[in-house]
C-alpha cells in the first residue's frame, strides 16, 4: 500500500480548540442570524391571502422594532451555546455522523427555547410576538442541521478523496493487531488512514505469524517517538500481546510527549489507570486513558465560573481580609501576607499568596523540623508546628489563611477549584505519573480538601487530583465549592 508523504500538522489539542472555536462561531452566526429572519419573517415579509391575515397584519401601537429584539436573539444564542457545552456538541469526534449532531441541535434548541419563552414572557408577556421565537426556534434547528450537513458530507467528500485523514499507527505484530489494520484500511470514507504498525520483529526472520506485505512496518517500540514524528501520526492503537505489557509505560510515556492520542486493545484491562474511555473499532473493543476534560469550551467555562464567584464574594472577603490584616500585625512581627513559589498548570512557577501564619524566619527554620514531618511523600506538614503564630493557628484551621489567593485567581494563575498548588521541591521529587495532576489550574479547594485535606495521603490526593482533571464539570465545581464550606468550619483535616 502506498503511504502519502506525511504533511506538516499542528498538535492535536491545537487542531481541536481551533476546530470547536470555528464551529462556536459559525454556530453563532447562524443562531443570530435566524433571530434576524424570524424578526423578518414575522414584521417585513409580506405573506399571501390568509397567512397575511395572520402573520403580516400587526397594527402600528404593537409593532417591535429590530432593536427591541436584538437583546432576545443574544439570549437565545447564550442558551443554545450552554446547551451545546452540556451535550458536547464541541466533543464529537470528527467522523461522527449528521444524525449525532441532529440529536444534539434537536434537543439543545428545544430546550433553549422553553426557557426563552419562559424568560421573556415572565418579564414583558404582552410585548414581544410568539410568532418571532416560534419562527427562530423552527429556523435556527433547521439552519444549524443544514450546516452540519454540508460539513458532514464535505468531510467525508474529502476523505474519499485522501484529504484531511487521521492517520493512525499500530504498535503490535499480532492477530489482533492485523485486524485493527484491515479495520482502517477497510474505512477511508470515516477519514482514517493506516501509517503502518511499529514492533519489535526477529532479525533473522524467523518470525510466528505471517507478515502481511501491505501492512508497513516502521520499526521498533524504541524508535516510536522518531516514527510519530517522522510520519505525523494523529493516533496510535496498542496491540501487545500480553508478555510485551511492561512496554505500556514507556509507550503511553511517548505518546503522551508527541501530544499524539492513543487507545488500547481490551486485553489491557489489569492495568491501574483512574479513567479508561471503551470504545469500539471494526467490532472490536477499544480502551484508551480519557483526555484531560478542562479544555478548550470547558476551559472558558471554569474561567467564567471563577470570576463569576470571584466577584460575588470579594466585598466580603476584603472586610474580611482587613481584620485578619490587623490581628496578624497585633500578634506578631513580619508581613501581614506571605508570598511563595509554586507549580501551576503544565509546570508554570508562579507566587501564590497567603496571610503568614507562621513566624518570619520559618523557611529558615525548616531544615531543623524535617525529621518531624507527619506527611508521606513530598509534602511536609506537622500538626502542632511549633513555627505557627496564635492567630496562625486559628487561620490555618479555617483555611482563611488562602483568602489572599483570590488574587491569583482573578490573575488566572489559579482556580477556585482544581489540585493542590505544590512546592517546586516537591514536584522535583514527583514520580512520572504524579505530573498529571499539573494538567489543570491549582486550586482554592478540590476533592482533596473536601476528602480529609492534610489527613488524606500524598497518594491518595494525587489520584484525586487526576480525578478531578479527568471528570470535571460545572456541576462537579459547584458540588466542590459547596462541600467545602462544612468541612472548613468542621476543621476536620486541618493543620
Not at 144 to 166: H, P, T
Request: overall charge positive; some cysteine; aromatic content about 10%.
Amino acid at each position: 500500500m502506498v503511504q502519502p508523504s506525511p504533511a506538516i500538522k499542528s498538535p492535536p489539542v491545537a487542531r481541536e480548540n481551533a476546530s470547536w472555536m470555528l464551529f462556536f462561531a459559525l454556530d453563532s452566526i447562524v443562531i443570530l442570524a435566524s433571530m434576524g429572519m424570524a424578526y423578518a419573517l414575522r414584521y417585513l415579509v409580506v405573506w399571501p391571502g390568509v397567512v397575511g391575515a395572520l402573520v403580516r397584519e400587526v397594527p402600528n401601537e404593537f409593532y417591535v422594532s429590530w432593536s427591541a429584539f436584538a437583546p432576545i436573539g443574544v439570549l437565545l444564542l447564550l442558551l443554545v451555546q450552554v446547551q451545546f457545552a452540556i451535550r458536547g456538541m464541541y466533543r464529537l469526534p470528527a467522523n461522527a455522523g449528521w444524525t449525532a449532531n441532529l440529536r444534539i441541535i434537536f434537543n439543545s434548541t428545544t430546550t433553549a427555547a422553553a426557557l426563552l419563552v419562559i424568560v421573556v414572557f415572565s418579564y414583558r408577556p404582552l410585548y414581544y410576538s410568539r410568532l418571532v421565537i416560534a419562527f427562530a426556534f423552527v429556523l435556527v434547528m433547521v439552519s444549524l442541521s443544514i450546516v452540519r450537513l454540508v460539513i458532514v458530507l464535505v468531510r467525508r467528500l474529502r476523505w474519499s478523496r485522501g484529504l484531511d485523514r487521521e492517520r493512525y499507527l499500530v504498535i503490535g505484530d499480532s492477530d489482533i493487531s492485523h485486524s485493527v489494520m484491515a479495520g482502517v484500511v477497510a474505512r477511508p470514507h470515516l477519514g482514517y488512514t493506516l501509517v503502518g504498525y511499529v514492533a519489535d520483529r526477529d532479525e533473522s526472520g524467523n518470525e510466528n505469524s505471517a507478515q502481511p506485505l501491505h501492512f508497513h512496518h516502521l520499526g521498533t517500540i524504541s524508535g516510536l517517538a522518531d516514527v510519530l514524528h517522522d510520519h505525523a501520526v494523529d493516533h496510535v492503537i496498542i496491540a501487545l500481546p500480553f508478555f510485551e505489557h511492561h512496554r505500556l509505560p514507556q509507550i503511553i510515556d511517548t505518546c503522551r510527549q508527541s501530544n499524539v492520542d492513543f487507545r488500547m486493545v481490551p486485553d489491557l484491562f489489569e492495568l491501574s489507570f483512574d479513567r479508561v474511555d471503551i470504545g469500539e473499532f471494526d467490532g472490536l473493543p477499544l480502551i484508551g486513558l480519557r483526555d484531560v476534560s478542562i479544555q478548550g469550551f470547558n476551559m472558558v467555562m471554569k474561567r467564567a465560573l471563577d470570576l463569576a464567584l470571584t466577584i460575588v464574594v470579594s466585598p466580603f472577603v476584603l472586610l474580611l481580609s482587613a481584620i485578619i490584616a490587623i490581628a496578624i500585625k497585633i500578634d506578631s512581627p513580619g508581613s501581614i501576607v506571605f508570598a511563595q513559589t509554586r507549580v501551576g498548570i503544565n509546570g508554570r512557577h508562579f507566587k501564590v499568596y497567603k496571610f503568614r501564619t507562621m513566624v518570619e524566619d520559618a523557611e529558615a527554620r525548616k531544615a531543623e523540623l524535617i525529621t518531624q514531618n507527619e506527611a508521606d511523600g513530598p509534602i511536609f506538614k506537622i500538626r502542632n508546628d511549633p513555627r505557627r503564630t496564635r492567630v496562625g493557628q486559628l487561620l490555618r484551621r479555617t483555611s482563611l489563611d488562602e483568602l489572599p489567593q483570590l488574587w491569583n485567581i482573578a490573575r488566572g494563575e489559579m482556580s477556585w477549584v482544581g489540585p493542590r498548588p505544590a512546592t517546586p521541591d516537591e514536584v522535583a521529587r514527583y514520580q512520572a505519573w504524579h505530573l498529571r495532576r499539573l494538567a489543570a489550574k491549582p486550586g482554592l479547594t478540590g476533592l482533596w480538601q473536601v476528602s480529609g485535606r492534610s489527613d488524606t495521603t500524598f497518594e491518595e490526593m494525587v489520584r484525586l487530583d487526576i480525578y478531578y482533571v479527568e471528570h470535571w464539570s460545572l456541576l462537579m465545581d459547584l458540588r466542590i465549592v459547596a462541600q467545602t464550606i462544612p468541612t472548613v468550619l468542621s476543621g476536620r483535616g486541618a493543620y
